[in-house]
């Protein structure tokens, strides 16, 4: 298997059957590197979703192959696979999908949580994220008591705080207004990112291109070119 | 697995709406099954009241009267001597029950039961509050039990005299007994002879014959030589038993109490099933989170499992308190109310709301096994 942090090949994906069949991602390739900060762009329908799914473990392509820091993702039992999202994906979901009857240190510590860590231990962990994120104290509210920004860093602390060397980012700005979105990504590009990780960002909002290495673009479920953004 | 299921607890007690909602179907199921099937238990024990109160060991009857203590059938007396003449027979004696009109002083009339204890031994007396129970062998002597039926017998006193079938008679004792009878008719404790004296009888007298066995060992035995007499011998539980399984299935007590505690856990599961399954839903995208995230299907299974189960017993804890504590207010107030809380009683309801913890966690694990991450990504 290559070893790149994500090595990705002929991956296809189709929903539907017989004529109703319609292809999201179709012999994509492609490979992202360790220190990289890669954006998919495109527009709505193009894939980007799909595709990220698939590199990350949560959707299982009807062709093709993914291999992460050269394992071969897709020949893993179920199991398997959601360890591997457990120990190798920190997720940053569009809604944030933050648990609003937890604390904002309990949210953050549920990756902990799930690797069955000790339960106050992972609440010293988590609160130690927060402060990464400028959110120390704000440990003990709840997340709906907290702007969409700050969401967005709880969010981000939640994604780093079991050390993952793959962060999943899906339209971390949609949410957010243009002077928000920017910190938050300058944040992850200064902050996050190292030469042990590899961030994947799928995202519409031009804004903030300039914080990408690289920007793959995607168009009815192909790559139809790569930007280079800044370098690392 | 310790710390998803303080998580489980945080996300179900946190969501104080909807666990108050659990919480009270739970519990109002619980308290209502529980009330049933005690007020049904209550009822047997007062169907059985004499055969406890007397407390005699074997109970020699006729084989076509087994379904209450006031629907016997006499036997000869010769079945008395048999009895007695049975190895392992310790001592065989009579006892009468029957029920008579008694007038009272207002020109009203009352009906009572009427206890007639063998003569030489009494066997069977109640324990006396007041008098002394040498004086059930005085002139026209009864002693009345004072139950919550007493007052109907205007709350009669030592020397209070009344009228039975033309007979004068006379209250020389105040007696208490374990368990209140269910007919709602005072009892009086008298002699044998004088409650077949003063009681139109029919030809035969005895109503039962008690027996004590020499040990436990020879009742097989008696039980045995009494069928060859043509007779039923049965040991104190068997004929409380047989009194409970007649009301059980063969009056509609046992069946309407079997449709109201059908109709409670009915109740109760569509509340919970309903609240626990909108609450899965509600949370369906953070389950969904969860497992994109990397939880195993095993482990929502867990927490919600975790939940309903949870859920259930404290349900449980509130139920059985409620009822308790209704049960115990409701004894002080109306002393007429029957109802007794068994382990029968709180094992079923424990069964019963296993039952709705598990349907109602069923419903939500099914929706949660299908729910896919990708959703969540999607949005």
């Given at each position: 298997?290559?070893?790149?942090?994500?090595?990705?090949?002929?991956?296809?994906?189709?929903?539907?059957?017989?004529?109703?069949?319609?292809y999201?991602?179709?012999?994509?390739?492609?490979?992202?590197?360790?220190?990289?900060?890669?954006?998919i762009?495109?527009?709505?329908?193009?894939?980007?979703?799909?595709?990220?799914?698939?590199i990350?473990?949560?959707?299982?392509?009807?062709?093709?192959?993914?291999?992460?820091?050269?394992r071969?993702?897709?020949?893993?039992?179920?199991?398997?696979?959601?360890?591997?999202?457990?120990?190798?994906?920190?997720?940053?979901?569009q809604?944030y999908?933050?648990?609003?009857r937890?604390?904002?240190?309990?949210?953050?510590?549920?990756?902990?949580i799930?690797?069955k860590?000790?339960?106050?231990?992972?609440?010293?962990?988590?609160?130690q994220c927060?402060?990464?994120?400028?959110?120390?104290?704000?440990?003990?509210l709840?997340?709906?008591?907290?702007s969409?920004?700050?969401?967005?860093?709880?969010?981000?602390a939640?994604?780093?705080?079991?050390?993952?060397?793959?962060?999943?980012?899906?339209?971390?700005?949609?949410s957010?207004?243009?002077?928000?979105?920017?910190?938050?990504v300058?944040?992850?590009?200064?902050?996050?990112?190292?030469?042990?990780?590899?961030?994947?960002?799928?995202?519409?909002?031009?804004?903030?291109?300039e914080?990408?290495n690289?920007?793959?673009e995607?168009?009815d479920?192909?790559?139809?070119?790569?930007?280079?953004g800044q370098?690392? | 697995?310790?710390?998803?299921?303080?998580l489980?607890?945080?996300?179900?007690?946190?969501?104080?709406?909807?666990?108050?909602?659990?919480?009270?179907?739970?519990?109002?199921?619980?308290?209502?099954?529980?009330?049933?099937?005690?007020?049904?238990?209550?009822?047997?024990?007062?169907?059985?009241?004499?055969?406890?109160?007397?407390?005699?060991?074997?109970w020699?009857?006729?084989?076509?009267?087994?379904n209450?203590?006031?629907?016997?059938?006499p036997?000869?007396?010769?079945?008395?001597d048999?009895?007695?003449?049975?190895?392992?027979v310790?001592?065989?004696?009579?006892?009468?029950?029957?029920t008579a009109?008694v007038?009272?002083?207002?020109?009203?009339y009352q009906?009572?039961?009427?206890?007639?204890?063998?003569?030489?031994?009494?066997?069977?007396?109640?324990?006396?509050?007041?008098?002394?129970?040498d004086?059930?062998?005085?002139?026209n002597?009864?002693?009345?039990?004072?139950?919550?039926?007493?007052p109907?017998?205007?709350?009669?006193?030592?020397?209070?005299?009344?009228?039975?079938?033309?007979?004068?008679?006379?209250?020389?004792?105040?007696?208490?007994?374990?368990?209140?009878?269910?007919?709602g008719?005072?009892?009086?404790?008298?002699?044998?002879?004088?409650?077949?004296?003063?009681?139109?009888?029919?030809?035969?007298?005895?109503?039962?014959?008690?027996?004590q066995?020499?040990?436990?060992?020879?009742?097989?035995?008696?039980k045995?030589q009494?069928?060859?007499?043509?007779?039923?011998?049965?040991?104190?539980?068997?004929?409380q038993?047989?009194?409970?399984?007649?009301?059980?299935?063969?009056?509609?007590?046992?069946?309407?109490?079997?449709?109201?505690?059908?109709?409670?856990?009915?109740?109760?599961?569509?509340?919970?099933?309903?609240?626990?399954?909108?609450?899965?839903?509600?949370?369906?995208?953070h389950?969904?989170?969860?497992?994109?995230?990397?939880?195993?299907?095993?482990?929502?299974?867990?927490?919600?499992?975790?939940?309903?189960?949870?859920t259930?017993?404290?349900?449980?804890?509130?139920?059985?308190?409620?009822?308790?504590?209704?049960?115990?207010?409701?004894?002080?107030?109306?002393?007429?109310?029957?109802?007794?809380?068994?382990?029968?009683?709180?094992?079923?309801?424990?069964?019963?709301?296993?039952?709705?913890?598990s349907?109602?966690?069923?419903?939500?694990?099914?929706?949660v096994?299908?729910?896919e991450?990708?959703?969540?990504?999607?949005?």
């Amino acid at each position: 298997m290559p070893k790149g942090a994500i090595v990705a090949e002929k991956l296809t994906r189709w929903f539907g059957v017989g004529e109703a069949r319609t292809y999201a991602v179709k012999e994509v390739s492609f490979e992202a590197n360790w220190g990289e900060m890669l954006y998919i762009v495109g527009p709505s329908g193009s894939g980007k979703t799909t595709l990220l799914s698939m590199i990350s473990g949560i959707l299982r392509p009807n062709s093709g192959s993914v291999a992460v820091d050269g394992r071969d993702l897709w020949s893993l039992s179920d199991d398997e696979i959601a360890d591997f999202r457990l120990n190798t994906i920190g997720f940053v979901f569009q809604d944030y999908h933050l648990f609003p009857r937890l604390t904002t240190a309990e949210n953050v510590a549920i990756p902990l949580i799930l690797q069955k860590r000790n339960w106050s231990e992972a609440l010293s962990t988590a609160a130690q994220c927060l402060e990464i994120v400028g959110l120390g104290d704000k440990a003990q509210l709840p997340p709906t008591k907290l702007s969409g920004g700050e969401q967005q860093r709880v969010a981000i602390a939640r994604a780093i705080v079991h050390q993952p060397e793959i962060l999943v980012f899906d339209e971390p700005t949609a949410s957010l207004d243009g002077e928000t979105g920017r910190k938050i990504v300058s944040f992850v590009k200064t902050d996050i990112l190292s030469a042990k990780r590899c961030i994947i960002m799928v995202t519409h909002d031009s804004r903030i291109f300039e914080y990408s290495n690289r920007i793959m673009e995607m168009e009815d479920g192909r790559i139809t070119g790569f930007q280079q953004g800044q370098t690392v | 697995m310790k710390q998803i299921l303080i998580l489980a607890y945080k996300l179900l007690v946190n969501d104080k709406g909807k666990y108050t909602a659990l919480l009270v179907g739970t519990t109002f199921s619980v308290f209502l099954i529980v009330q049933m099937t005690s007020s049904f238990a209550g009822i047997l024990t007062k169907a059985s009241a004499t055969v406890i109160n007397i407390g005699a060991s074997i109970w020699v009857m006729d084989p076509a009267a087994t379904n209450s203590i006031l629907s016997n059938v006499p036997m000869p007396d010769y079945v008395l001597d048999a009895v007695r003449s049975i190895r392992g027979v310790k001592y065989a004696v009579p006892l009468y029950s029957g029920t008579a009109l008694v007038k009272l002083h207002d020109g009203t009339y009352q009906a009572v039961s009427v206890i007639g204890l063998d003569d030489s031994s009494l066997v069977g007396r109640p324990k006396l509050l007041e008098g002394d129970i040498d004086d059930i062998f005085a002139e026209n002597g009864f002693i009345v039990v004072k139950d919550e039926e007493f007052p109907k017998l205007e709350n009669p006193k030592l020397g209070t005299e009344f009228e039975l079938n033309d007979y004068r008679g006379v209250i020389v004792g105040i007696a208490t007994v374990p368990t209140g009878a269910l007919y709602g008719t005072p009892t009086l404790y008298t002699t044998y002879y004088r409650a077949i004296t003063y009681i139109p009888s029919m030809r035969f007298t005895i109503s039962y014959v008690l027996v004590q066995p020499k040990s436990d060992s020879d009742i097989p035995y008696i039980k045995q030589q009494v069928a060859r007499l043509g007779y039923l011998a049965l040991t104190n539980r068997e004929y409380q038993d047989a009194i409970s399984s007649y009301l059980e299935y063969k009056t509609s007590i046992g069946t309407n109490t079997l449709l109201m505690t059908v109709i409670s856990f009915l109740v109760g599961l569509s509340i919970c099933g309903q609240t626990f399954y909108t609450f899965i839903i509600e949370n369906l995208e953070h389950f969904g989170a969860l497992k994109a995230m990397g939880a195993k299907g095993r482990e929502l299974v867990y927490v919600i499992l975790f939940q309903a189960g949870f859920t259930a017993l404290v349900g449980y804890g509130l139920g059985i308190g409620l009822s308790t504590l209704l049960i115990t207010a409701a004894k002080l107030r109306l002393p007429e109310y029957s109802s007794r809380v068994t382990y029968t009683n709180l094992g079923l309801a424990f069964v019963m709301v296993l039952m709705i913890a598990s349907i109602s966690g069923y419903a939500g694990v099914r929706r949660v096994l299908k729910i896919e991450p990708f959703e969540i990504f999607r949005g």
